[in-house]
């Protein structure tokens, strides 16, 4: 084990260790510090902070380290019960670090929760645990556990809540349906079912087995022992119970369980619930004449949950193993002690030790476990992959949160130790909670009250009103109290979103409203949503946009991800046995027709949904954001609502006049008095990266300006740039050629200013400030009225808020033109505004044709004075923009290029105010060591294939050039340094599309030079207003000089890019389309197909703009095309 070295930083934290410990030199008066920790095998370091919160438990002294002793702390002793000072003081740092991770700390829900807590503690000495608390508790518990290799998966535990069971009989029937969830279909998955909790610890609920699948061992007369020696005393235990095995060397120990503090009972396990394979060998036959027997699931059961004060003695868990530890319960010599046997099976002398026949025999069982597995089509994972996974997650762990505590003995694993990473990696092994903790075995300890003088075994019954693992997984905790239980009642429903830009969260939380009419409804963002919950939801709504060339918005990506991995593991299974045949569902797809693909992620969810058994209560609704989005989707709502009501016969009394009214004007809607500014309690304003993570959700971090260059000539009427940024070598900005950068620009100063000007109130616009929103509360039939923080933004000025947090120059939504209208002293202003606030046809016309900002209006009605709480509450936030990534990281290390178009024109025909683009006129007139708040997102389908002999055809008009300039920067740097299958590059065609050869064909000296190279074999350009030169496109190009080409490099499985707007790139895949029918003689229908496998297999590659300027055409054929009408299946 490789010693922690003696140095460390110097940290001034006043807390002390609470032991001496001579491995690491430390004494019980020593301060803590920051820790350095060293990879020996990489020579990297990382510095643990995180061990300065570790709780007083060390075992350790100063004359003696206890790190290999496997009990290091004792357990607690029996009928403990934790005092209420020692509750509310763990009450209080678990209940802070939960509101902490939820970015809500020292808000208003923190502060009533810990009051709840504190008069529960003082009541009865205890709490109940909200589910979504006990959630974060147990992953984190598994998170601390520093001797679990495997926890790198912390985050998809799955919490079980079965603290409503009250017998051992129950108790079991639960047990059994968490196996059978956890090993359905071999995948193994992890999880954890909680018991009741410990109340005054002489009412226990307790599982008795270390493991709750255990080989017995049956001791003979003259002291061998058929079957597992590990497990004597727990067999004898049971046989006193009176269980009878079988006597043979694999038999499964019956589950002991008691419940409530009461007597124990056993229950055999039903053939279905345990998992088990015989051992086979891909080469060696003989292993099968062994008979040997594996369990495959490891499943703890007498593990005690510590959280927040509170302990669970009863909360079995399930993972998966680590492929060494069934080699070493069949090798090791007080388990089943088989290495001699075959040893000598496999020819070896084991009369000497340099023989090395038990690594001989422990390689070949070890081969023969992983093969068994595999075959069975169960879950294991090899020492090599899960150590790599491991120390992934033990960086990750130090970036994000200072630290992990590691358990090095333990760690290790007992095989091939030195040939891993985690060999040569120092550790630090500390306690914190919440933890999982070791309880002394249960037949020690328990108060019996009829001891056992007779057989009491209990053969395996279900119970008709047995509490099961759906029912229990659905369960929530409520608090008391009317309000509660009558909800509780209701039909739940979940409504799941995912935005790009807001506006799907928008109309998610005025759904929620309407459906809270007749349902216990709740919003939940689709990246925060447990998908281990779905198939027990009731119904489901789902309300997203679509992104980019039909892929999911950024918050949808891990949902699309975990319903087609469900639909890959359900294949064609029968309905009724679909995974969520219990669930009801619709969708709203958002999208812009101005892309090919509109609102096709939403469409692929319905698709996928009813694919996996849902049953769809509505046909899927569609908003075009260029024409009548809020339209439809009140159309929509209120005809999906009313399905979902029949669907369910709920909502008789609802009166669907008053429900409906307020669609899009939910409890977040302005109102003069539910709003409310006040003075921030600091005087700064908040960080702006802090901020924009805050209020975006995502991790922003800063870059610098460092140059643009203008890359058009001198006299064109255009502008394209080159935008270099420093990213300092952060982690988070690494990118892959092809990927995009997320940008967070800042509004026009002067269209701030505008805004400021016309703010009611005198509000001085450099003042830090909060909004408060006024909630109401009924209780004992009073209504109370309390100002709560309204947490949109973070605390900063107003200037601040609408320069950097939200958007001005969107047109304003109907919604936003009604909250306006309530702050006009011109009657005919308010009179018209209210007509635009109906949305329809003239809201429609008047946002088509002046694309009006908000500055604008203001302007348009000069009675309007606004006051601020509107704007910091109705606004829309400023959205990041996002633009392909032109450099290679090999090339311009620690920099990010960009290459955009400055947006600027006219509205109204050419006769309106200038309408600048956000961010490239920011770009455009930032100075030089500016900071750039960003973040890299992936873009996976747009990378250069892995391997480089594979042709590449790169189609780029204008700045569509922008990945490709990154790709053919990524090849010279490959051929420069010899990297690439030695050197073997496939050809790279770049086609290029421009005005004039002498105005804007950007980059014409760098892709010479990249020729020159042998980056790029060829180059062709398309001029489409060149003098005295027919118009020429790039598909024209295609068609008329690369049709052989295309058709040869498509044969030889080539990779065609496309890079553009939308327009341009349907007339390339029309023209490739065309290539393949006359020079591969195929139908239309063949050619399509052969584009669709294409896309679908990642070779034909598409990175599609959206519209900017030329936005007229895109809007007056969405204009034309009517909204469809949604009717009920």
């Known amino acids: 084990m490789p010693p922690v070295q003696s140095r460390e930083t110097n940290g001034t934290n006043p807390n002390v260790t609470p032991n001496g410990c001579p491995f690491t030199g430390s004494t019980s008066t020593a301060p803590r510090r920051a820790q350095i920790l060293t990879d020996h095998l990489r020579n990297k370091h990382l510095t643990d902070t995180l061990h300065l919160k570790a709780t007083n438990v060390a075992p350790c002294s100063s004359g003696k380290c206890m790190g290999s002793v496997v009990r290091q702390r004792e357990p607690f002793p029996p009928g403990y019960k934790r005092p209420k000072e020692e509750v509310l003081e763990q009450a209080k740092e678990f209940i802070d670090d939960y509101y902490a991770s939820m970015k809500k700390e020292n808000s208003a829900e923190h502060e009533r929760r810990w009051i709840d807590i504190q008069a529960q503690v003082e009541e009865k000495g205890l709490y109940d645990l909200e589910y979504d608390e006990l959630l974060y508790g147990a992953k984190m518990a598994w998170r601390n556990a520093s001797r679990c290799i495997g926890r790198y998966q912390w985050n998809n535990l799955q919490v079980i809540d079965y603290r409503n069971v009250k017998t051992a009989q129950e108790m079991f029937d639960a047990a059994c349906d968490h196996i059978r969830y956890a090993t359905k279909d071999g995948q193994m998955k992890t999880a954890i079912s ?391 569902f619709a969708v709203f797809a958002l999208g812009s027709r101005a892309y090919p693909h509109f609102c096709a992620f939403g469409h692929s969810v319905d698709t996928l949904l009813e694919q996996l058994g849902a049953r769809r209560v509505h046909a899927v609704g569609e908003g075009d954001e260029l024409c009548g989005q809020e339209e439809s989707f009140r159309a929509w709502a209120e005809s999906a609502f009313k ?132 909630h109401k509360k009924l209780t004992a039939a009073v209504v109370t009225k309390t100002w709560m923080p309204f947490e949109r933004l973070p605390p900063c000025s107003l200037r601040t808020a609408l320069s950097r947090y939200l958007d001005i120059t969107t047109p304003p939504s109907p919604q936003l033109l009604g909250s306006l209208s309530m702050h006009t002293s011109a009657p005919s202003e308010r009179a018209e505004l209210e007509e635009l606030a109906k949305g329809g046809t003239k809201y429609e016309n008047w946002k088509f044709e002046r694309a009006p900002t908000l500055p604008e209006v203001l302007q348009e009605y000069p009675s309007l004075q606004v006051p601020p709480a509107l704007l910091l509450s109705q606004l829309p936030v400023l959205q990041q923009r996002y633009y392909s990534i032109s450099s290679s990281p090999h090339m311009y290390p620690g920099e990010i290029h960009a290459t955009l178009a400055v947006v600027s024109y006219r509205s109204q025909g050419g006769k309106g105010p200038v309408h600048n683009g956000v961010c490239s006129s920011w770009f455009n007139r930032i100075d030089e060591g500016e900071t750039v708040p960003c973040f890299v997102r992936a873009a996976k389908n747009f990378h250069l294939p892995a391997d480089p002999s594979m042709p590449v055809l790169m189609v780029g008009p204008g700045t569509g050039i922008a990945p490709l300039r990154s790709f053919w920067q990524q090849r010279q740097m490959e051929i420069k340094s010899g990297n690439g299958q030695g050197g073997n590059h496939g050809d790279m065609t770049l086609v290029f599309g421009c005005r004039q050869s002498q105005i804007d064909h950007i980059y014409k000296d760098e892709t010479a030079q990249a020729k020159t190279d042998g980056a790029l074999t060829d180059i062709y350009t398309a001029y489409s207003r060149e003098p005295d030169t027919p118009k020429t496109y790039v598909q024209h190009v295609l068609y008329n000089q690369l049709s052989e080409r295309v058709k040869e490099l498509l044969k030889n499985n080539g990779h065609i890019y496309v890079c553009g707007d939308v327009a341009m790139a349907d007339d390339v895949c029309t023209t490739v389309q065309k290539i393949l029918e006359e020079k591969s003689a195929m139908t239309s229908a063949e050619s399509e197909a052969l584009i669709r496998m294409l896309k679908d297999s990642n070779r034909y590659h598409e990175d599609i703009f959206g519209v900017t300027l030329n936005t007229k055409e895109v809007r007056e054929a969405a204009r034309s095309v009517e909204p469809a009408e949604s009717n009920a299946n």
């Open 643 to 774: 399905s979902a009501c029949l669907s369910y016969d709920v909502g008789h009394g609802v009166d669907m006049n008053e429900a409906t009214a307020n669609l899009l004007g939910s409890d977040l809607s302005w109102a003069p008095d539910k709003f409310r500014i006040i003075q921030a309690k600091t005087h700064t304003d908040t960080d702006i990266l802090q901020g924009l993570s805050t209020v975006h959700r995502k991790n922003v971090v800063p870059s610098t300006f460092i140059s643009r260059t203008q890359l058009q000539a001198p006299d064109s009427s255009r502008q394209t740039i080159l935008v270099r940024l420093d990213t300092k070598d952060n982690e988070e900005l690494e990118f892959t050629p092809g990927d995009h950068l997320g940008v967070f620009p800042a509004n026009e100063d002067h269209l701030v200013q505008a805004i400021l000007d016309r703010i009611e109130g005198g509000t001085k616009p450099d003042d830090v400030l909060e909004i408060e929103a006024l």
């Open 194 to 584: 909680i018991f009741p909790m410990r109340t005054d610890g002489k009412h226990d609920y307790k599982f008795w087995n270390k493991y709750l699948f255990q080989y017995a061992g049956y001791q003979q007369p003259d002291g061998s022992v058929i079957g597992d020696p590990a497990n004597v005393e727990l067999t004898e235990v049971c046989q006193s119970l009176g269980w009878k095995g079988k006597g043979t060397p694999y038999d499964f120990l019956p589950a002991i369980v008691s419940a409530n503090g009461e007597d124990p009972v056993i229950f055999e396990w039903p053939e279905d619930v345990p998992l088990e394979l015989e051992l086979r060998h891909p080469k060696h036959d003989w292993f099968e004449e062994l008979a040997i027997k594996v369990n495959c699931v490891p499943l703890q059961g007498d593990m005690l949950f510590d959280v927040g004060g509170m302990q669970f003695p009863a909360c079995p868990i399930t993972g998966w193993f680590q492929s060494t530890e069934p080699v070493r319960d069949l090798l090791d010599e007080n388990r089943y002690n088989m290495a001699e046997i075959i040893a000598k099976k496999l020819g070896y002398d084991t009369s000497r030790y340099n023989s090395l026949w038990k690594d001989a025999a422990f390689l070949e069982v070890h081969i023969a476990v992983i093969h068994s597995f595999q075959m069975k089509g169960v879950m294991t994972q090899d020492p090599y992959t899960l150590t790599e996974s491991f120390m992934k997650h033990m960086e990750r762990e130090h970036r994000v949160r200072g630290g992990c505590p590691s358990d090095w003995v333990w760690i290790v694993p007992p095989s091939c130790s030195s040939l891993t990473p985690v060999f040569h990696q120092e550790m630090l092994n500390y306690h914190l909670r919440p933890a999982l903790e070791y309880q002394e075995a249960g037949w020690k300890i328990h108060t019996w009250k009829t001891p056992p003088t007779a057989p009491i075994f209990t053969q395996y019954i279900r119970t008709k009103k047995r509490c099961s693992f759906k029912a229990a997984a659905m369960a929530v905790m409520f608090a008391s109290g009317l309000m509660r239980k009558t909800l509780n009642k209701r039909v739940k429903s979940t409504i799941l979103f995912a935005s790009q830009t807001g506006k799907a969260e928008t109309f998610s939380n005025s759904l929620c409203d309407l459906y809270k009419h007749a349902f216990d409804a709740k919003v939940v963002c689709m990246d925060e949503y447990d998908m281990a919950q779905l198939d027990k939801e009731q119904l489901v709504v789902i309300v997203t946009s679509t992104f980019g060339n039909g892929d999911p918005p950024d918050n949808g990506e891990t949902f699309a991800r975990a319903l087609m991995q469900m639909k890959n593991k359900n294949g064609e299974a029968n309905p009724r046995d679909s995974p969520l045949s219990s669930v009801r």
